[in-house]
């Protein structure tokens, strides 16, 4: 099967970065389906990976977003039959979907949106699980009133999580600020149901004065945990909540402002359940039902901005360089061989 993956850790303009490569089609085992996979989508985690940490010592296959039809089922499984469409993000621990077939345990697949196309439901699992899990598993809201009568603050709400993380609380009732530095995204961000937007190149604090909210209840830092830590503090309302996402590059202080007002920290890595193998990991195969089901029934909306096709070494590299860049939208998506 075609596959790309990498051999040598390498900047992305480095031709050999990525690499075209012809692979065997990976075995599955009980409790996993057999996809052949028809699209992807390119997340920062992807970027990481490639690019840190010791070479791998065999071809290494990245992705993790990906959409397609099941072409077998292991002895395990219940919910699945040869030809369902599905979507997932995948496992850490595995090859991933940069590849014609990908086996992946079916307690992290959902049937795919039956309103969307491989591309566009090729965007939404690892973004829809990450903004769930931290806003309604880590943090203590509930999905559907949970946000009712408070403010959530989201930094970087251009960006994929963000732009599940708005319109996920938007539907529980909170009233979102989002903040973005560019007309266009800007933009975005207010068409996802952010009822305000604030340029976080700016001091945060004026601006937030100014829309009459001296502290909000909660905030999701999903750029720059260390740069925004201080800020928040200060931010937060005494019992708020700040969900992270982003390995700080140093020691961070957690006590001060975090302390004296019971601040809660909580951190979310969409990895953990698969990782740990944890007894709840089928709850990320419920996750992206639920979100299936709010997107046919038009609560949600696909994220995709733009699709490259098809899928190879080359396109995969352009995709790495624009996440790379940090000024990308909504999600970037591949779709075909």
């Known amino acids: ?37 028809e699209a992807v989508s ?41 030809g369902d469409r599905v979507y997932y993000a995948g496992d850490a621990t595995r090859q991933g979907s ?17 309103t969307l196309d491989a591309a566009q439901a090729a965007a939404l699992p690892l973004v829809s699980l990450t903004a769930w899990e931290l806003l309604f598993q880590r943090m203590p809201f509930d999905s559907e009133h949970g946000g009712e009568g408070r403010s959530l603050l989201v930094i ?71 740069r925004y830590w201080e800020v928040l503090g200060e931010a937060i309302a005494p019992q708020g909540h700040v969900g992270l996402i982003v390995e700080p590059r140093g020691p961070l202080p957690v006590g001060g402002a975090y302390k004296t007002k019971s601040i809660g920290i909580h951190w979310e890595s969409m990895f953990t359940r698969s990782g740990a193998g944890t007894a709840d990991l089928a709850e990320q195969g419920r996750i992206l039902a639920r979100v299936a089901a ?26 790495h360089a624009c996440i790379e860049s940090g000024r990308s939208i909504g999600k970037l998506v591949l779709a075909g061989w």
């Open 1 to 37: 099967m075609k596959a790309v993956a990498f051999t040598h850790r390498l900047a992305i303009d480095v031709p050999g970065s990525l690499l075209d490569l012809e692979l065997p089609v990976p075995r599955h085992g009980g409790h996993d389906l057999l996809v052949q996979v």
């Open 42 to 82: 390119v997340n920062p985690v992807d970027t990481k990976l490639r690019a840190h940490g010791p070479p791998p010592t065999t071809p290494r296959v990245l992705g993790f977003d990906a959409a397609g039809t099941v072409l077998a089922v292991g002895g395990l499984v219940q919910d699945f039959a040869v």
């Open 98 to 114: 940069n590849a014609q077939c990908q086996a992946v345990d079916a307690r992290l697949v959902a049937h795919a949106p039956r």
């Open 156 to 226: 970087a709400g251009a960006g994929g999580v963000g732009s599940m993380a708005i319109q996920l609380a938007r539907l529980a009732g909170f009233r979102v600020v989002a903040t973005a530095s560019r007309p266009q995204t800007a933009a975005w961000c207010r068409e996802l149901g952010a009822a305000e937007v604030i340029d976080h190149r700016h001091p945060l604090l004026p601006q937030l004065a100014a829309l009459g909210l001296a502290q909000v209840d909660a905030a999701l830092n999903l750029a720059d945990t260390d």
């Open 294 to 319: 709010l997107v046919d029934a038009g609560q949600l909306r696909d994220i995709a901005r733009e699709t490259l096709s098809p899928i190879d070494a080359a396109r995969l590299r352009q995709a």
